[in-house]
């Protein structure tokens, strides 16, 4: 395994345009994945440094240039943002890889995907248009949209510079100041943010960075009476935990949760593609996607061929280093996760027949390498039919009708995204319609346009962010009402009150 040059040895927080230390100077150990050395320490966040970090975006936000600026100006320094991420999208590739375990060229993809959020969401704010009602002779009402204040990001590790992008750029492009908590498992490309927003003209205290445990200075984040909303990815566990502490204060809340996607192969199926793409759909990014089709039901009349030609490609996925650009399945995130996974992966002995993988390949003794693992004939109470496992593990279940289907589909907590496979047209709009996914495939894998929602239902997830939907999550829409003409006011307390309405 390659170390890429040059590595921090330690991360600090990045606080009102200052790289600061937490001040009781507590810090948290970060681990490489390929072989789980220490390689780091990071400042660990505590409400200490929450509250300084929330002060530095509430000043920044009530007397600083940002939530004034015309948009056209926020988004020249957003487009400056997206051109310092490609500029060094080789750097940072290698960073998040050496991280976070995902391969090299699945890396660089997230790159490119972080710099076109804030390229997208620069052009949604120029272009941004609002509402105005016009009653004629009586009224005029229209839109006053308001930036709502400091935002409290809140982020997973699996691509994390990428989804962190994914709520800076429309925070920042709404005219909010933020306060970013990363993954602690995977710190090290967030500490990049500092430099470019710095570079690009960011004013200091709109980006404000805090490193740190989750059930501390996630926690602290959470339940600040400074930070009115939350932005949060992560699992549905920590959704509900985040979701009972934001009740406290009524705060707004979007929640990106776990999944378990069906994906549903029908008998008229492209099945080159579906198997294309059903392999890339689970095995892409290890398996921690929270989009991963981590079920594939299959029609009957294709199981045993479709299982078959599935398990021989997967025992030929290439599992190794993730800095080589031949891998296609790195190393798992963290040891903890790694048992985890491979918990799941010795239930599915018990829950279904084994057709490829099953546990740590044999060449890589150290590490957090576990082998592509398919089940068949999963049934649909097993565990890992029903529960996320975040990791590259798939369940494949049989079904004869498309009644059926539906019901397997639907029969989880679960409801992020679906990959229906037929040339079934009238069928597939009939399924896509009734089936619980809030995102849904049509003959491909998660291909998705920044314009569109994205989320989920039931367990996935509240609210849609993508487009538009992430500017009115980070804005008030105030209504100004304003009469043209004379108000029919019912007197009260005078002797001719009349009861008109108003
Ligand atoms: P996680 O819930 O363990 O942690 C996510 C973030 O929350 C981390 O920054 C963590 O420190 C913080 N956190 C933990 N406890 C907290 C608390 N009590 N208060 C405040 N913050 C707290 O999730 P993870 O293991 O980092 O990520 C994997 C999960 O994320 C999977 O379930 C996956 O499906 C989900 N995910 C969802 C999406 C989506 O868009 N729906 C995208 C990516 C990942």
Avoid at 100 to 125: H, S
Avoid at 230 to 256: D, H, P, V, W, Y
Avoid at 309 to 334: C, F, N, S
Wanted: aromatic content about 8%; some cysteine.
């Amino acid at each position: 395994m390659s170390t890429p040059q040059n590595l921090p040895t330690h991360l600090q927080h990045y606080i009102g345009g200052e790289f600061v230390e937490s001040v009781g100077g507590e810090t948290f150990d970060v681990l490489e994945p390929t072989n789980n050395r220490n390689y780091c320490t990071a400042a660990a966040g505590q409400s200490a440094d929450i509250d300084a970090a929330v002060a530095a975006a509430t000043e920044a936000f009530r007397t600083g240039p940002w939530p004034r600026m015309k948009p056209r100006e926020r988004a020249t320094v957003l487009n400056r943002v997206a051109d310092a991420v490609v500029a060094q999208k080789d750097r940072l590739a290698e960073m998040e890889t050496f991280d976070t375990g995902l391969p090299i060229t699945q890396a660089k993809g997230q790159a490119e995907r972080a710099a076109e959020n804030f390229r997208f969401f620069a052009d949604l704010i120029v272009a941004q248009s609002d509402d105005t009602y016009k009653v004629p002779g009586s009224q005029l009402n229209y839109v006053n949209r308001k930036p709502i204040g400091v935002a409290g990001l809140i982020t997973p590790w699996n691509t994390p510079f990428m989804l962190e992008s994914w709520k800076l750029a429309p925070a920042l492009a709404s005219g909010c100041t933020v306060v970013l908590k990363p993954a602690e498992f995977t710190p090290l490309s967030a500490s990049l943010w500092a430099q470019i927003f710095e570079d690009a003209g960011l004013p200091k205290g709109v980006f404000n960075l805090v490193n740190g445990i989750g059930e501390q200075a996630g926690d602290a984040l959470v339940k600040h009476p400074g930070v009115p909303l939350i932005s949060f990815t992560g699992e549905s566990s920590t959704g509900q935990t985040i979701f009972r502490n934001c009740a406290e204060g009524l705060k707004g809340m979007s929640m990106e949760l776990g999944g378990k996607s069906p994906a549903i192969i029908f008998e008229d199926a492209d099945l080159d593609a579906a198997i294309d793409s059903t392999l890339f759909g689970v095995f892409s990014l290890n398996g921690e996607r929270c989009t991963a089709g981590s079920r594939i039901l299959v029609q009957r009349g294709i199981y045993e061929e479709f299982c078959t030609r599935y398990a021989a490609r997967a025992k030929t996925i290439v599992v190794g280093d993730p800095q080589d650009p031949e891998t296609q399945v790195g190393a798992l995130v963290h040891p903890e996760h790694f048992d985890k996974v491979a918990s799941y992966v010795e239930i599915g002995k018990q829950e279904g027949r084994l057709l490829a993988g099953g546990g740590r390949p044999e060449e890589l003794p150290e590490g957090n390498y576990i082998a592509p693992t398919v089940f068949a004939d999963v049934a649909p109470d097993a565990r890992i039919f029903q529960e996320e496992i975040f990791g590259p593990v798939v369940a494949i279940t049989p079904f004869d009708t498309w009644d059926e289907a539906l019901e397997l589909a639907n029969n989880t907590r679960y409801g992020l995204a679906a990959y229906l496979w037929t040339n079934n047209l009238a069928g597939a709009h009939n399924f896509a319609q009734n089936i619980d996914a809030g995102m849904v495939w049509l003959n491909s894998h998660n291909v998705r346009d920044l314009r569109t929602p994205f989320g989920g239902v039931k367990a996935s997830g509240l609210g849609h962010e993508g487009g538009y939907r992430s500017i009115d999550f980070y804005t008030d829409q105030q209504a100004v009402h304003i009469s043209l003409g004379p108000v029919h006011t019912p007197k009260f307390g005078s002797d001719d009150a009349a009861l008109v309405d108003g």
